[in-house]
């Protein structure tokens, strides 16, 4: 798309939603791996606008679950500090062209890079999980899902493919693919063990969906919200906030944040080992979606699909890495 077709469907958008007037050229802003960011600023306010990726937005449920994700945004935002989309003529996703939108409020504040994260922070975040984790949402009478056990993903499908395509990652992947399988049939049997006990949570809570006013937190990007087993959110989200630049979890910071979620929640009791041998399936999904990208299975464009190739070798990395702090994080939390 060129910038004049760029500014045209930014404008022909704010004219429709009522937003005032274009003073400034749309400019696009970091949207995280999935869909695109622009901030842009009208004769009323400035906005940040959210353009959901056509690809994720064609799967079948998909619509349903950014509506129903924009409502448990809605129902948090009585107890913690949370962004929700702006609801404009009585929706929070808007259409045009085919093109789905979210549109927020401008918040002048930044996100956290890893380094800057302290035990302060930590500890501040992980009372706030748990304060979602408390939260009633039965008012919205989201059912609950029962796990597909049958997906079984044939990492060998996506190796041949990427060999006749000469993928960055053949390699890689080849010498990856037994642990792939075990790493699948672990998290699947800690999914099941888990599946039982659920919360409603915002289920990304990473540094970079909090954007801070001085030692405010608030918390945005709710489009993963739903069930999830409040043990397994704990340990991931702490594993966010503690993770370094070369992913290794920093156990001071770790502490600080299930220390805060203990302050607010009370003592914490699980199989450690099965609730991080569930924090495989997030990656390895997450892997799966990154070969479909950059195979251009699912994929709209070469930025898209670079991305993909990216994140192939990235995810793989995270999974052994995740892989290797297994038995140190059980010990943190067993102690």
Not at 41 to 67: C, F, S, W
Not at 138 to 149: C, G, V
Not at 188 to 206: C, Y
Request: proline share 3%; aromatic share 10%.
């Amino acid at each position: 798309m060129n910038h004049i077709q760029y500014n045209l469907k930014f404008e022909k958008l704010v004219t429709e939603l009522e937003l005032g007037v274009l003073i400034s050229k749309p400019r696009a802003i970091s949207g995280g791996l999935l869909h695109r960011m622009y901030a842009i600023e009208t004769t009323h306010a400035k906005y940040a606008v959210k353009a959901l990726n056509p690809q994720i937005m064609g799967r079948p449920a998909a619509k349903q679950n950014y509506i129903q994700s924009e409502k448990i945004a809605n129902v948090a935002a009585n107890f913690i500090h949370a962004q929700p989309a702006k609801v404009i003529n009585g929706s929070s996703m808007q259409i045009l062209d085919n093109q789905y939108y979210l549109i927020f409020d401008w918040i002048d504040g930044k996100s956290l890079e890893l380094h800057e994260v302290t035990e302060t922070h930590c500890e501040h975040m992980g009372m706030i999980l748990a304060d979602i984790h408390k939260t009633d949402f039965s008012q919205l009478h989201i059912p609950k899902l029962e796990p597909d056990l049958s997906k079984e993903t044939d990492w060998n499908y996506y190796l041949v493919k990427g060999q006749k395509e000469n993928s960055d990652w053949t390699i890689l992947l080849g010498n990856t693919i037994q642990k792939l399988y075990k790493w699948s049939a672990q998290a699947k049997n800690a999914s099941v063990i888990l599946a039982s006990n659920t919360v409603i949570s915002h289920r990304d809570l990473e540094p970079k969906n909090v954007m801070w006013q001085q030692n405010n937190p608030i918390i945005i990007d709710w489009e993963s919200a739903g069930y999830i087993n409040p043990m397994h959110d704990l340990v991931e989200t702490a594993m966010y906030w503690s993770v370094d630049h070369t992913g290794n979890v920093d156990k001071g910071r770790f502490l600080a944040f299930t220390d805060g979620y203990r302050s607010r929640a009370g003592n914490l009791n699980a199989n450690w080992k099965i609730v991080l041998e569930n924090g495989f399936a997030g990656k390895l999904d997450w892997l799966e979606y990154s070969l479909k990208r950059s195979l251009w299975i699912e994929c709209t464009d070469i930025e898209e699909q670079q991305m993909g190739t990216s994140q192939v070798t990235w995810t793989i990395e995270a999974l052994k890495q995740h892989e290797d702090m297994i038995s140190d994080v059980e010990n943190w939390l067993c102690s």
